[in-house]
């Protein structure tokens, strides 16, 4: 059975940085898009970045909000990916959810996982 792990999450001051992780097990999901979403306290599921799968490495998407702040990666090796996250402000603080699924159209959409991380809290303080 397919699963994935969420991890990293914590408290930091704004600026500060953190990175977490996501462990898939159960199968590999190598060939799989990855994703990042995140939940805002009373606020709806948004999409955070997202990594494709190819033989070279894997096309890259974020939120436009968010570019130049995080970045994605995966270890295919490893079947894990990973979202470094700095400069972090108080508004990013959220529960962080690892995504994935192989056959996604728009990578931006949370419809299009099928298999989800149980989330990660973080918290940014002012």
């Known amino acids: 059975q397919k699963q994935l792990v969420d991890s990293g999450g914590g408290l930091v001051q704004a600026g500060g940085s953190l990175r977490l992780s996501c462990t898939a097990s159960?199968?590999?999901?190598?060939?799989?898009?990855m994703a990042w979403f995140r939940q805002p306290p009373g606020k709806e599921r948004e999409f955070v970045a997202a990594i494709r799968w190819s033989w070279g490495g894997g096309r890259t998407t974020y939120a436009d909000s968010l570019k130049g702040r995080f970045t994605i990666w995966r270890d295919n090796a490893k079947n894990m990916v990973y979202l470094q996250m700095n400069s972090l402000k108080p508004e990013d603080t959220a529960v962080y959810y690892c995504?994935?699924?192989?056959?996604?159209?728009?990578?931006?959409?949370?419809?299009?996982?099928?298999?989800w991380g149980q989330g990660t809290q973080v918290t940014v303080s002012s």
């Open positions: 995504a994935a699924n192989d056959d996604v159209v728009d990578e931006r959409v949370s419809s299009e996982y099928n298999y």
């Open positions: 159960g199968r590999t999901f190598s060939t799989y898009t």
